[in-house]
């Protein structure tokens, strides 16, 4: 089985049986072992993958962290475990502690669901503070596969996932910091906007007035840029399609599909997709085209809808869940860029989906 495929049987299994796992000992054997075994460890093979590891911590020994993998028998990465129910924000500490009483190169610290990876960046021998990267299981982006298959046994290389660690390490507070000033810029982010577009005096009111222009601006960026690879993908299937048409021009027989996907459907979707990142992760939602109209979902769940368009006919429409009834409500747009005027009703029915499900 591929890894990414093995990942995702992981994250289908902490999916389904998250809510039922009520302990740090369930939480270890349901999900974070099987994770592991994912990234090619034997774990119930003390000499590669031991549990209850040894870390004392100056004079106050007996301290033990949760698992280590070994490397010719001395521990290189630690890891420490919690419930999944857990926030992990007050648990780095512990690990920092035994971090530098082993010859452990790595920790990770983990509640079976959000994965935080340390090394000692900032100074040898002595843990970082800030991770230098995080990965939640139920949100397996992309672009992090190659990062955590560089920890699987067959890849372990621990001089090169140091060197590439600094790197991602500034990748990831960068995107973070992106993703702050998407939603709400502040001053300096704005004055240096300012400073390359603004040629009158910056007075604190000139600063307050372009906070607004500077979030739209920065979200119509975002749109526009995921719209034109949206109209990439649609140009390749459309001439993949008549390619296909081509080869089979004899058996044109068959009835000419009645659901077609628009580029100005898909344009409402990237839309919605850029106003809600942030508070909906971009992989958890989906749309599905009908002939009635275009839902967008929230993890594909069709009771949990976000919004749906009707953009065929002359008067274009949009349909809004009610927050109480759940029932339809319906808008008149003129185009999709008139969903920017309901991001507060967006944003609303995105946080009640998110909210119940983490609950």
Not at 23 to 33: Q, W
Not at 56 to 73: C, M, P, R, T
Not at 194 to 212: C, H, I, N, P, W
Not at 307 to 313: P, S, W, Y
Request: glycine share 4%; hydrophobic share 40%.
């Amino acid at each position: 089985m591929e890894f990414i495929e093995q990942l995702k049987s992981v994250a289908a299994r902490v999916e389904q049986n998250r809510s039922i796992i009520m302990t740090e000992e369930s939480t270890k054997t349901s999900f974070i072992l099987p994770f592991f075994q994912a990234l090619g460890y034997d774990v119930f093979n003390p000499l590669e993958f031991t549990p209850e590891c040894t870390a004392d911590v100056g004079i106050k020994k007996g301290e033990k962290v949760d698992y280590a993998i070994l490397q010719n028998g001395k521990p290189v990465i630690l890891i420490e475990a919690k419930w999944c129910g857990e926030k992990l924000d007050s648990h780095g500490s512990q690990l920092f502690r035994y971090f530098g009483t082993t010859s452990a190169r790595f920790g990770i610290l983990t509640n079976g669901i959000e994965y935080r990876f340390y090394t000692d960046l900032d100074e040898k021998n002595k843990m970082d503070l800030v991770p230098f990267m995080e990965f939640n299981i139920l949100n397996i982006k992309e672009e992090i596969i190659p990062e955590l298959k560089k920890f699987h046994k067959l890849n372990l290389d621990l001089d090169n996932i140091f060197s590439s660690a600094s790197e991602l390490k500034y990748v990831t507070a960068i995107k973070q910091l992106l993703s702050k000033q998407l939603t709400a810029p502040d001053e300096n982010f704005v004055l240096y906007i300012l400073s390359e577009v603004y040629t009158g005096k910056k007075m604190q009111a000139t600063v307050e007035r372009f906070k607004d222009i500077v979030k739209r601006s920065y979200n119509i960026w975002v749109v526009n840029l995921l719209n034109e690879k949206f109209q990439t993908a649609m140009a390749n299937t459309v001439s993949e399609a008549k390619e296909n048409v081509e080869k089979t021009d004899d058996e044109q027989s068959e009835e000419i599909p009645k659901i077609i996907t628009t580029a100005m459907e898909l344009e409402g979707f990237a839309i919605i997709k850029a106003m809600l990142y942030g508070v909906i992760p971009p992989n958890d939602i989906t749309f599905k085209d009908t002939e009635s109209y275009f839902s967008i979902l929230y993890k594909g769940n069709t009771r949990k809808w976000l919004c749906r368009l009707d953009l065929t006919g002359i008067t274009k429409k949009m349909y809004l869940p009610d927050l109480e009834t759940g029932k339809p409500v319906r808008y008149q747009i003129n185009s999709a860029n008139d969903l920017f005027s309901y991001k507060d009703q967006l944003l609303s029915i995105a946080k009640k989906y998110s909210s119940t499900t983490s609950a």
